[in-house]
């Protein structure tokens, strides 16, 4: 159940993204290995309204409008159709130093690796493709992708509509079943969204949109917190063992995505996307490792509060996607946004760094 926006109590300031390129620029091409991104610089003084906390937790280091995957000049191939709808990504680290991404389309089990170009200041310039291809499917495998988390037993990958979790060893395996999730039968469109990997504690699965039972946390846990606001979550373990436990989403905000910090620490994204009277919203808060405990309720601390100033051209879009890594010394998280097919959405990829992080 989601109900409306309760008003926050957080003071809000404005701020504008000058990123010193209009909007009708010409698209940036990066390019290798025969295909190239079309990108626009995201989005010239673009009003978003954030919460006096959160620039105290993230500084924006730059966003593009990814707009296509083509064959550079000269090279075989057509266009890429299949770069849309982009609902989760992996974040990593090369032999290099480099960073890299991984993007993951949830329709047509699509996904690009890509290397992040970044300026001398740590600023998010451009996507330079490596390669891109994708994933088998398998007999009993549902058919979109809602959550991808990288883990020392490979992909672990979360379908819509499924209480499953499957493995692939690599990108280029036949999918495995690796583990069922207790006590949830999701219905259409439902599904699990936030799905991370833990060291030392497991696969941590949250679910978007179904209420927890008692079966999760237990009435002494839950307190005096309206059921119909904690998500069934779960901690999977290599051995097979299942945790169950609760998680607390703000009201109105779907769990939709969640990343593991250097730390251990977890933060999930939450979305407030079509049901908030068109201001988009998005809210990241952090999880201490040492709250994910079975039958505990969790709770996570605000590490900011996003969302668009014109509601009549919202800035931000259906983010869907979460991932976090370490580039020289610092830790940052990288969202992007699944745009439905829509001609009227955008895929946006933001970058952020957790500030004191190094």
């Known amino acids: 159940m989601i109900r409306s926006i309760r008003p926050c109590p957080v003071v809000f300031i404005l701020f504008s993204l000058w990123l010193g390129l209009s909007t009708g620029a010409a698209p940036r091409h990066a390019a290798a290995g025969g295909?190239?991104?079309?990108?626009?610089?995201?989005?010239?003084?673009?009003?978003?309204?954030?919460?006096?906390?959160?620039?105290?937790?993230?500084?924006?280091?730059g966003g593009l409008h990814l707009e296509a995957l083509v064959p550079t000049e000269g090279a075989s191939g057509d266009k890429v159709d299949a770069f849309t709808e982009i609902s989760a990504l992996h974040a990593r680290t090369d032999d290099q130093g480099a960073?890299?991404?991984?993007?993951?389309?949830?329709?047509?089990r699509f996904w690009v690796a890509a290397r992040l170009e970044l300026d001398d200041n740590g600023h998010l310039k451009g996507l330079v493709h490596d390669s891109h291809g994708r994933l088998n499917g398998a007999r009993g495998t549902p058919g979109e992708i809602e959550a991808v988390a990288a883990t020392p037993q490979g992909l672990m990958v979360a379908f819509d509509e499924a209480d499953s979790i499957w493995r692939y060893a690599d990108r280029k395996a036949v999918p495995t079943l690796w583990g069922r999730l207790s006590g949830f039968a999701p219905l259409s469109n439902e599904g699990v969204e936030a799905v991370t990997h833990v060291p030392g504690r497991g696969l941590l699965c949250v679910a978007e949109k179904q209420s927890a039972g008692r079966v999760f946390v237990g009435p002494q846990a839950l307190g005096n917190t309206a059921p119909e606001d904690v998500r069934p979550a779960w901690l999977l373990r290599s051995s097979g063992e299942l945790e169950r436990l609760g998680y607390h989403a703000a009201a109105g905000y779907r769990p939709t995505a969640a990343a593991t910090l250097a730390d251990g620490d977890v933060v999930i994204m939450g979305n407030c996307w079509r049901d908030c009277g068109r201001v988009n919203r998005i809210r990241l808060e952090r999880i201490a490792a040492a709250d994910l405990q079975p039958g505990?309720?969790?709770r996570g601390r605000l590490l900011a509060h996003l969302r668009s100033v014109d509601e009549k051209r919202p800035v931000l879009d259906n983010f869907e996607g979460l991932a976090a890594f370490r580039l020289d010394g610092r830790e940052y998280l990288l969202l992007v946004s699944d745009d439905n097919g829509s001609r009227r959405q955008r895929t946006l990829l933001l970058l952020f760094e957790l500030v004191g992080s190094n």
Do not use: I, T
Request: aromatic fraction near 16%.
């Open 35 to 61: 295909y190239e991104f079309v990108s626009r610089p995201w989005a010239a003084s673009a009003e978003v309204m954030v919460d006096a906390l959160g620039w105290r937790h993230l500084r924006f280091k």
């Open 99 to 108: 960073a890299m991404v991984d993007l993951f389309s949830d329709e047509n």
């Open 296 to 298: 505990r309720l969790v």
